[in-house]
């Protein structure tokens, strides 16, 4: 390595070598966390002294020499705190050693708590342990890392530089946690179902493919996780869901990364308005694990997650928004529109382009949490009929800030149905639309078997967290996100 900063790094791991310290132990002393020490001590008077001896490990991120003191801070992921170093309390050597370490170390330090008459918490030195040394200096003004482009694509240096970063990801867990907890609380089951398929079925999406050698047999990447945990429902557990990854093989934007986070959730029993009734709890949940608060700051607009949310119509929404009557729209003229309004490619079903026209001028426009309803049934081939119109189905998506967070269907258990629906959307398919969705025949195979009533919601995690968390990008809420490979 060419760069002075790393070899002088290195010339310090030889000579931690040479005096018998291994810079990368094997055996670490045993530790305490450093935020149950910060609340432990929390109420120590300036100069006053715990009597308690902890040993503490973390990363060394602070450093400032004074003679024969000096003052060192370690963060775990807990925390950070200061540790007092005196040459009289270590010795020479120690102490000297000591003090050739690099921002970037990990150390292990044993000693008293005490809070210094500045009023900082901090550990008394009395011994110490080398546990990492750091080759690489942290990046120029770690403190306060910007730039994008590391930030997404050297995580491990986003999470060193920026509290918010750690903050985020933090709350991601807690998200997580509390779906699951919440579900299985109403008695649902988590379940696995295969990321590798035969069929790429479940989602209008661009899959990605693959071949299983030993099978002799092309595979997808799965682009949803509808169809196996329908399955599982036919077969008598009647409340499941799955947090797992979903593949599509499409553009990449802020709300949109090759990899994502989906859950979905399917029960018995219900229809589509059970599923709202679930996902405002699920949010409201969420917001409170995450923040303490159902309302938050999201790219400069204040959102108020109270229930009950608004609801509008797919086909009344765009009919008010483009100044076409509902019957127009379920005709060609809404196709004429779509292509006078330059949406490319055409549409090819009046259906579709209601769905095409609701993206171009009323999506934005849903800043609130609300739930759209009524979807055209060219565009949604697994959702129930609605009683009342045969040509829109019991469907919602739900949007908040102009993004879509949710989807959910009165779930179609109909076979004679649901095949008709396949072959419409396999016709769709030899006209070159790569993303109408896959013949599934056993899908079809489990349904014909019988398939109780039921609702069914998807929910884009990663989108949630987004809210949750104030990020505008989902780069910004997966820890290693999709980017473009860098030239070497």
């Not at 797992?244 to 553009?251: T, W």
């Not at 292509?339 to 009323?362: E, H, M, N, S, W």
Request: hydrophobic share 40%; with cysteine.
């Amino acid at each position: 390595m060419s760069d002075p900063l790393i070899q002088a790094r290195l010339d310090k791991l030889a000579s931690l070598r040479e005096r018998g310290i291994d810079p990368y132990p094997t055996r670490v002393p045993e530790v305490v966390r450093i935020g149950g020490v910060l609340d432990e001590a929390a109420d120590l008077e300036p100069e006053e002294h715990s009597g308690r001896t902890v040993t503490v490990a973390g990363r060394l991120i602070a450093f400032r020499k004074m003679g024969r003191a000096s003052f060192f801070d370690l963060r775990d992921g807990t925390g950070k705190i200061q540790v007092h170093a005196t040459r009289d309390a270590l010795g020479e050597d120690a102490y000297g050693i000591l003090c050739e370490s690099d921002i970037g170390d990990f150390l292990a330090i044993t000693g008293e708590v005490f809070r210094t008459k500045r009023g900082e918490l901090s550990v008394a030195a009395q011994d110490w342990t080398f546990l990492s040394k750091a080759i690489r200096p942290l990046p120029e003004k770690w403190h306060g890392l910007k730039d994008a482009e590391i930030r997404n694509r050297h995580r491990s240096l986003d999470l060193i530089s920026n509290e918010e970063a750690r903050e985020t990801f933090v709350k991601r867990s807690r998200i997580l946690s509390t779906l699951r907890r919440t579900l299985d609380g109403l008695g649902f089951y988590e379940v696995e179902t295969p990321v590798l398929q035969p069929v790429a079925s479940g989602g209008h999406a661009c899959p990605f493919d693959t071949h299983h050698n030993a099978l002799d047999a092309d595979m997808y990447l799965r682009i949803a996780l509808e169809l196996y945990l329908k399955r599982i429902m036919i077969g008598g557990i009647d409340r499941v869901y799955e947090m797992g990854k979903c593949f599509r093989n499409e553009g990449v934007s802020t709300e949109h990364n090759p990899e994502f986070t989906m859950l979905e959730i399917y029960q018995a029993y219900t229809d589509f308005e059970g599923m709202m009734r679930l996902v405002e709890t699920l949010f409201t949940e969420s917001l409170q694990a995450a923040n303490g608060s159902l309302e938050v700051e999201f790219q400069g607009r204040r959102i108020d997650f109270t229930p009950p949310w608004t609801r509008i119509g797919m086909v009344d929404a765009v009919a008010e928004a483009t100044g076409m009557t509902p019957t127009e729209l379920r005709t060609e003229r809404a196709i004429d529109r779509a292509v006078r309004d330059g949406i490319d490619p055409r549409p090819a079903t009046p259906g579709d382009a209601i769905a095409a026209l609701f993206d171009r001028f009323v999506e934005e426009t849903l800043v609130q949490p609300t739930f759209v309803t009524d979807y055209p049934i060219e565009i949604s081939p697994l959702a129930k009929r609605t009683p009342t119109d045969d040509g829109l189905v019991e469907r919602f998506e739900l949007f908040v800030s102009g993004m879509e967070l949710a989807n959910a269907f009165t779930e179609l258990n109909d076979p004679i149905d649901q095949r008709a629906r396949f072959v419409d959307q396999q016709r769709l398919r030899t006209q070159g639309d790569e993303e109408a969705m896959a013949f599934d025949e056993d899908f079809l195979y489990a349904v014909e078997h019988g398939m109780p009533p039921a609702g069914g919601v998807g929910i884009g995690v990663d989108r949630l967290v987004m809210l949750c968390t104030g990020n505008a990008s989902i780069r910004d809420v997966i820890l290693f996100p999709a980017l473009r490979r860098k030239a070497t």
